[in-house]
T-cell receptor
Framework: DQQVKQNSPSLSVQEGRISILNCDYT??????FLWYKKYPAEGPTFLIS?????DKNEDGRFTVFLNKSAKHLSLHIVPSQPGDSAVYFC???????????????FGQGTILTVHP | NAGVTQTPKFQVLKTGQSMTLQCAQD?????MYWYRQDPGMGLRLIYY???????DKGEVPNGYNVSRLNKREFSLRLESAAPSQTSVYFC??????????????FGAGTRLSVL
């Protein structure tokens, strides 16, 4: 039972254009969502997050959008740069009322390739 | 500051052998986690420790044991390794599992092959 899904295994984008990475979830008890970036042979690093009480959070070139009614979040990268090429994971945290409290559930990841 | 340090970086085991993966953090965090990453599966939680002295099972605990040795160290033990345990293992920490944001910080990983 995959509670957090990233249905696109890969995405290829031209440098300077927008990258949009998508994530869907099924558990309405999630209250906080995060995006992580992972380069080969390194651990994941935190990129940006959003609380369930918000619908948008922006940090420089990175914006995360949350649509609670659709149980969908997306990460926008504008403009995309070759250094953004990595695997991107979305993750969700369970709230205090659920069995996932204090734990993160990760999606499968999307490989982003930004071409010069 | 080293952050989160995992040892070893690479390991090859034969089926049935045992080993312990070590994780140490100097971030003064209370909560620590062990994940495994397999192709197409994302990161799956094996065990976690919300605070020193406590451990709990995650999504895929079978075949593993953990020890929260002190606040800094959290080890993962494979008593009798199986080929299905071939994976990349990540340790992560956060200030408090029940905190407002629970941003987890990861080590560089241990790549384990079981033949």
């Amino acid at each position: 039972d995959q509670q957090v899904k990233q249905n696109s295994p890969s995405l290829s984008v031209q440098e300077g254009r927008i990258s949009i990475l998508n994530c869907d979830y099924t558990n309405s008890m999630f209250d906080y969502f995060l995006w992580y970036k992972k380069y080969p042979a390194e651990g994941p690093t935190f990129l940006i997050s959003i609380s369930s009480i918000k619908d948008k959070n922006e940090d420089g070139r990175f914006t995360v959008f949350l649509n609670k009614s659709a149980k969908h979040l997306s990460l926008h990268i504008v403009p995309s740069q070759p250094g953004d090429s990595a695997v991107y994971f979305c993750a969700a945290r369970g709230n205090a009322g659920g069995t996932s409290y204090g734990k993160l559930t990760f999606g499968q990841g999307t490989i982003l390739t930004v071409h010069p | 500051n080293a952050g989160v340090t995992q040892t070893p970086k690479f390991q090859v085991l034969k089926t049935g052998q045992s080993m312990t993966l070590q994780c140490a953090q100097d971030m003064n965090h209370n909560s620590m986690y062990w994940y495994r990453q397999d192709p197409g599966m994302g990161l799956r939680l094996i065990y976690y420790s919300a605070s020193e002295g406590t451990t709990d099972k995650g999504e895929v605990p079978n075949g593993y044991n953990v020890s929260r040795l002190n606040k800094r160290e959290f080890s993962l033990r494979l008593e009798s390794a199986a080929p299905s345990q071939t994976s990349v293992y990540f340790c992560a920490t956060t200030l408090s599992a029940g905190g407002p944001r629970n941003i987890q910080y990861f080590g560089a990983g241990t790549r384990l092959s079981v033949l």
